[in-house]
């Protein structure tokens, strides 16, 4: 089995993406000459013409088998170099998490519990973000995430952990709605916090509210549910936010789950080339598990496991 060579798999990688050595060059911070090198020592390897560069001529062009092995290494290459970059810089091994900044504050923790059990010595980095979360993966700068978002993308294949039902929640001096059925034009006159445009829950709310075209006024519009939720214990307005956000010890609001509202996903997802790394399968593994035993115990008070154990 012939060895490949990283360095020369880059070279070739930048020269096909740039369509010149000398870009390429600049971006290695080698010579053009030693860029033209390293791509005739790839190809020897290969044992096909991968480039082809007339004389004189500023931009190179691609053989087919060139072009097949660009296709092969284009969706993931950056990220696996920014990994290996990360993983080289760090004396100890890392995992970057990424999720909407609740799910972090109300699920993540027993997650991370019981991970660092497992791997005292992996560092677990965790960015509070939503919109960009699969961009972010594949810029190499997360390794997984947890989201409510489908992302549709090959690169960051996801699977369903679990899934919750929504929330109606207003403020404790509010009389509320007689029924699930009564909430879109009880709604009406009332105002509304909610999500920022774009966002899984604001659209799941407005589909809820809607009265014939019309809806509730948004007064306020945030990232997180985290936020939205200490907006409607001041007093704001109400939201229609995660189940598990709300509990019974929740004294400045009141809540109503939503049981005819479609329960709403939760994803994890990783970087494709990850998708066997053992911190990542532990990860996938503790996260279907605690994430749904706590989404179980904040909407009724009692645990999965405790929940079983009394039957035994």
Same mark, same amino acid.
């Given at each position: 089995?012939?060895?490949?060579?990283?360095?020369?798999?880059?070279?070739?990688?930048?020269?096909?993406?740039?369509?010149?050595?000398?870009?390429?060059?600049?971006?290695?911070?080698?010579?053009?000459?030693?860029?033209?090198?390293?791509?005739?020592?790839?190809?020897?390897?290969?044992?096909?013409?991968?480039?082809?560069?007339?004389?004189?001529?500023?931009?190179?062009?691609?053989?087919?088998?060139?072009?097949?092995?660009?296709?092969?290494?284009?969706?993931?290459?950056?990220?696996?170099?920014?990994?290996?970059?990360?993983?080289?810089?760090?004396?100890?091994?890392?995992?970057?998490?990424?999720?909407?900044?609740?799910?972090?504050?109300?699920?993540?923790?027993?997650?991370?519990?019981?991970?660092?059990?497992?791997?005292?010595?992996?560092?677990?980095?965790?960015?509070?973000?939503?919109?960009?979360?699969?961009?972010?993966?594949?810029?190499?700068?997360?390794?997984?995430?947890?989201? $409510?978002?489908?992302? /549709?993308?090959? !690169?960051? %294949?996801?699977?369903?952990?679990? =899934?919750?039902?929504?929330? #109606?929640? &207003?403020?404790?001096?509010?009389?509320?709605?007689?029924?699930?059925?009564?909430?879109?034009?009880?709604?009406?006159?009332?105002?509304?916090?909610?999500?920022?445009?774009?966002?899984?829950?604001?659209?799941?709310?407005?589909?809820?509210?809607?009265?014939?075209?019309?809806?509730?006024?948004?007064?306020?519009?945030?990232?997180?549910?985290?936020?939205?939720?200490?907006?409607? $214990?001041?007093?704001? /307005?109400?939201? !229609?936010? %995660?189940?598990?956000?709300?509990? =019974?010890?929740?004294?400045? #609001?009141? &809540?109503?789950?939503?049981?005819?509202?479609?329960?709403?996903?939760?994803?994890?997802?990783?970087?494709?080339?990850?998708?066997?790394?053992?911190?990542?399968?532990?990860?996938?593994?503790?996260?279907?598990?605690?994430?749904?035993?706590?989404?179980?115990?904040?909407?009724?008070?009692?645990?999965?496991?405790?929940?079983?154990?009394?039957?035994?």
């Amino acid at each position: 089995m012939r060895e490949v060579s990283l360095t020369l798999t880059q070279t070739f990688f930048l020269v096909a993406r740039e369509g010149s050595y000398s870009a390429a060059a600049r971006t290695l911070n080698i010579s053009y000459q030693s860029a033209a090198n390293h791509i005739r020592r790839l190809e020897q390897l290969v044992g096909e013409r991968l480039v082809i560069a007339e004389r004189g001529a500023k931009s190179i062009r691609l053989t087919a088998r060139g072009t097949s092995l660009f296709q092969l290494l284009e969706p993931e290459f950056e990220v696996m170099l920014e990994r290996l970059g990360n993983l080289i810089d760090k004396e100890r091994p890392i995992i970057r998490i990424g999720m909407p900044q609740a799910i972090f504050y109300y699920l993540l923790p027993p997650v991370l519990k019981a991970f660092s059990a497992l791997y005292p010595d992996v560092e677990i980095i965790g960015y509070e973000r939503d919109t960009v979360l699969s961009d972010l993966i594949r810029e190499g700068k997360l390794d997984v995430c947890i989201s $409510e978002r489908y992302f /549709g993308d090959p !690169v960051v %294949p996801q699977h369903v952990i679990c =899934s919750y039902e929504p929330a #109606l929640v &207003f403020p404790a001096g509010w009389e509320g709605p007689s029924s699930e059925e009564d909430i879109p034009r009880w709604a009406l006159d009332r105002p509304l916090v909610t999500h920022e445009p774009g966002q899984l829950l604001r659209n799941v709310a407005m589909d809820l509210l809607d009265v014939a075209g019309r809806q509730p006024r948004v007064v306020v519009s945030t990232s997180g549910s985290s936020s939205v939720k200490r907006c409607v $214990e001041e007093g704001l /307005g109400f939201a !229609v936010i %995660p189940g598990w956000c709300v509990d =019974s010890d929740d004294i400045d #609001l009141k &809540f109503m789950r939503l049981s005819s509202v479609p329960k709403i996903p939760i994803y994890f997802g990783e970087a494709l080339f990850l998708r066997t790394n053992p911190y990542v399968r532990t990860l996938h593994k503790l996260c279907a598990e605690a994430i749904l035993d706590k989404i179980y115990e904040l909407a009724s008070g009692t645990s999965i496991r405790s929940r079983h154990d009394s039957h035994e």
